[in-house]
């Protein structure tokens, strides 16, 4: 996005709503673009560059690539975007994120890690990101601090300082399988002397894509997408290309939206075992969903019924997809219970789906959810990229028209939503 799509874009978000006209049966191709998750990491894993140009490609246009680009530049790199390739040339010269940047998006973290390990020295101020709970860091630091970095809260941020660099490999076990701290430890550990071991790590598949680059960039990282990484340190890495894993949100958003709506469709350019979980839970409530290697084939009737699940870290059910879910289980009959155990407080799309006429129920982090519902479109507001793909999901259920509030967090997440759904048969805009 250059500065003039920028400005149109911030016009756009500061007036616009999305409105749905529900009832549509779907029809049609969806491609699905990289995934930001897995962009969100590689940026700042890129960052070990001494030498060389990064081709990234299949990188979506989304707002969150601008705020990244924004953060490159100030730390001394220079980024092109021209038809879905990121260029990147430079290295990391300056050791401090602003607040500005810092506050947008929440992965601004892994520039800590990316940071140090670089230049000995990081700040980074405390992220923003999503609405979605209490989001520490203290994983991060724990991990950084293994490996010879001293973290101190200073200035509403991180001030992290290497006690020498090359840091020194270690053996980390992992509290919990943060996505965000696995990654942070990976890039941390990459340059660092010796080996390190990370127990109990995260298996998503953006944390695998990320090694992958790294590894093409000349590290030596093994075990990923399993509990137990290991990273032999190396002194330099180069610049290489490499391709953006499709983003297995937008799948199982897509898919999501095939059930409610009713109708027959393919998505393309994904990898559907890394849609598993989703692919099952939809095929339980009655979903005729097949795939081949590339390709996920759905047909809904819109006959569905209710289920049990709980979100999970991967290869569970992805916490990003439980509002989405929620949404999916108005249409379904009887009752269906969901829970999340990644974030505790990923619930703000439960009052907006009662203002529509949900029955639902919320205590902690568990939603009940009795249906069939009648949806009724009326409006409502999405508080992060999450719970506004949910509430389309509802109002293409939802008969009459829904309006829903907070565009700019669907600007973050997907490249063109409102025009994908289109192109199947939706009838959505932005008013
Ligand atoms: N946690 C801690 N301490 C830490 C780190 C995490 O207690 O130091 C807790 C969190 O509070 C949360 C849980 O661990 O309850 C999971 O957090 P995790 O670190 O795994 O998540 P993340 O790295 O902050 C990434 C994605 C999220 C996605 C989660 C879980 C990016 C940029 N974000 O966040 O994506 O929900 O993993 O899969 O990769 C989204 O795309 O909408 C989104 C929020």
Do not use: W
């Not at 980074?124 to 709970?133: A, E, M, R």
């Not at 660099?165 to 053996?171: A, Q, R, V, W």
């Not at 990320?210 to 990484?229: Q, R």
Request: net charge neutral; aromatic share 6%.
């Amino acid at each position: 996005m250059d500065s003039l799509i920028a400005n149109s874009f911030e016009l756009d978000v500061a007036y616009s709503k999305i409105k749905i006209k529900g009832g549509k049966a779907l029809k049609g191709i969806i491609k699905v673009d990289g995934s930001k998750n897995s962009l969100s990491a590689i940026l700042p894993a890129m960052c070990l560059q001494r030498e060389g140009i990064c081709k990234l490609n299949n990188i979506p246009n989304i707002s969150d690539l601008q705020t990244h680009r924004d953060i490159l530049a100030e730390i001394g790199f220079d980024s092109k975007y021209v038809g879905n390739q990121l260029m990147i040339s430079g290295n990391a010269k300056h050791y401090e994120v602003s607040k500005e940047n810092a506050a947008k998006i929440r992965a601004s973290t892994l520039f800590l890690g990316a940071l140090v390990t670089t230049l000995g020295e990081a700040f980074v101020p405390l992220p923003g990101g999503d609405k979605i709970g209490d989001r520490p860091i203290d994983i991060h630091l724990e991990g950084l601090e293994a490996l010879g970095v001293k973290c101190i809260h200073t200035r509403g941020g991180i001030y992290a300082k290497a006690n020498r660099l090359p840091l020194k490999g270690n053996d980390i076990f992992l509290r919990y399988p943060s996505v965000g701290a696995t990654e942070n430890i990976i890039i941390a550990a990459s340059l660092a002397e010796g080996t390190t071991t990370i127990y109990n790590a995260a298996m998503e598949p953006e944390v695998v894509d990320m090694a992958i680059l790294l590894n093409k960039m000349g590290a030596k990282i093994s075990g990923v997408g399993t509990p137990t990484i290991k990273i032999i340190g190396t002194k330099r890495l180069h610049g290489v290309s490499h391709d953006i894993l499709p983003d297995r949100l937008e799948v199982g958003t897509m898919l999501l939206a095939f059930a409610v709506a009713g109708g027959k469709g393919i998505i393309k350019n994904c990898i559907p075992s890394h849609s598993i979980s989703i692919i099952s839970l939809l095929k339980q409530s009655g979903v005729d969903i097949r795939t081949n290697n590339s390709e996920i084939f759905v047909n809904s009737n819109g006959n569905l019924k209710g289920f049990i699940t709980n979100a999970l870290p991967y290869p569970g059910l992805p916490t990003d997809l439980q509002p989405l879910v929620t949404a999916f289980a108005t249409q379904c009959n009887g009752k269906s219970t969901i829970i999340d155990s990644v974030f505790m407080e990923r619930f703000s799309h439960v009052g907006e789906l009662r203002k529509m006429g949900c029955n639902i129920e919320n205590k902690f982090n568990r939603i009940d959810i009795f249906g069939k519902n009648n949806l009724c479109g009326t409006n409502v507001t999405g508080e992060d990229i999450r719970s506004v793909t949910a509430l389309i999901i509802a109002g293409l259920a939802a008969s009459g028209e829904t309006i829903i509030s907070g565009i700019e967090h669907l600007y973050r997440g997907h490249s063109d939503f409102i025009g994908k759904l289109n192109e199947i048969n939706a009838d959505i805009n932005v008013v």
